[in-house]
């Protein structure tokens, strides 16, 4: 489960293009944060590259590209290259029959981040790849989740959405804003697709891929139609208003109350009988001369703190600090889900922390300025999580809140989040 939205020039306050998605993925499943620089290849020599379940040709360049994602998968839910692309994916679920361990979604979004200098390029190498390798393999952490995927591909100029069913596709170009999730959105207005698609909306005028290949039983309980409704009523209330704010508060939007399982909200929150939990947030504005980027390093933006990060890389930036840079948050996020520890004083400072980052970021003059309000950030983000961590490390989990099965849920995967990463 997850939702990603674009909001195109036309209708953001600073006239440049935001781009956001929010990860949602198994409650225990660290969500890391990797820049991974550009390289050349003999392809002589090095003629294949490792996914997470198949080879696939290397090419002579990829491209430096910076992911967010799962600590165990070769690709990435989300993440931007150099050239300023950025891609989110969705789980979708259709009427296409599983096949063999082939490409995952998060491998095709990394490949495509390596691969293209322009959103239409990176929706060009997702369908050659699709339809060279196919996609398939278990998606799930420590349980088994196979589905297709959409995507979501943006370049600061222009953006794609990108549905699939199997190998086949279908894609439109983006006007004024879009968001997706867990369901196909594309009808029979797409302007792109595969071959087979064009052909079957040649010979039947109200082709709709959408009615064609969603599998409706997954669709419906995952609630994607009303995460995905949400985004786009509060985009829409503040078009030509929009900025990194307005988006910041749409990524912790909520529909339940606490503690409840909540696979309704784009904040998504575990411990219900279905739905996954949002485990990495990330935001990207385009600039006249810098692309900033907004990540959380964390679960649930409710109650994590988004740091900057530039194009390229910064030192003293949360990136490449692995597993146990997530996992400390967690821990902090746990007592908060469970009733401990004193989570009111916490968001009160992270709110005014985030504050001061927005206003300085605004303000900023140069790239030496950003780059120094980054480290302050970062550090000034680590000792607010020891702060309300520290007096908690001897402190017993005890869940206290919400019902027996919501405190039964977490009761247990906290268990095994402390014997996993103790």
Known sequence: ????????????????????????????????????????????????????????????????????????????????????????NEAIFTKVKK????????????????????AYEAMICITNLLEEYGQGGNCGYQKNFFYDNSYLIADGKEA?????????????????????SNELTIGHEFEYAHPKVVAEREKNPSFSFKKKYKEPVFSY?????????????????????????????????HTK????GSVGSICMHAGGIIGDHTTGSYIAS???????????????????????????????????????????????????????????SFIKEKNKLENEMIEAINNAQSKDEIEKIIVNITTKEEQLIDKYLDPLKNTEYKFTL?????????????????????
């Open 99 to 118: 096949g063999p361990d082939a490409l995952i979604g998060m491998d095709l979004l990394r490949l495509a981040l390596e691969r293209s200098k322009t």
């Open 286 to 344: 385009y600039g006249d001369d810098e692309n900033m980027y907004y990540v959380t390093g964390a679960s649930l933006p409710c109650l994590s703190i988004y740091k900057p990060l530039l194009q390229t890389e910064t030192k003293g930036e949360c990136t490449g600090k692995g597993i146990s840079y997530w996992v400390k948050r967690e821990r902090l996020i746990r007592y908060y889900l469970s009733g401990q520890g004193d989570k009111k």
């Open 257 to 260: 109350k606490e503690n409840k």
């Open 160 to 180: 794609y959405v990108l549905e699939t069913a199997g190998n086949l596709w279908a894609a439109i170009k983006v006007k004024d804003f879009y968001a997706i």
């Open 221 to 253: 309980f995952a609630k994607a139609k009303q995460r995905r409704q949400s985004s786009l009523t509060i985009l829409k209330e503040n078009t030509r208003n929009i900025t990194v704010k307005t988006i910041m508060d749409v990524l912790r939007t």
């Open 402 to 422: 919400g019902n027996y099965y919501y405190r039964h849920f977490w009761t247990k995967k906290t268990n095994l989040l402390k014997k996993s990463f103790s």
């Open 1 to 88: 489960m997850c939702d990603t939205m674009v909001c195109l020039p036309s209708v953001t306050k600073s006239g440049k293009m935001i781009f956001a998605k929010n990860s949602d993925r198994s409650p225990n499943e660290p969500h890391i944060l990797e820049r991974i620089p550009s390289k050349d290849y003999d392809i002589e020599k090095k003629t294949w590259v490792k996914t997470t379940y198949i080879k696939v040709k290397q090419v002579k360049h990829t491209y430096a590209v910076t992911l967010m994602k799962p600590s165990w998968i070769w690709g990435a839910e989300m993440g931007f290259n150099e050239h300023g692309v950025n891609i989110g």
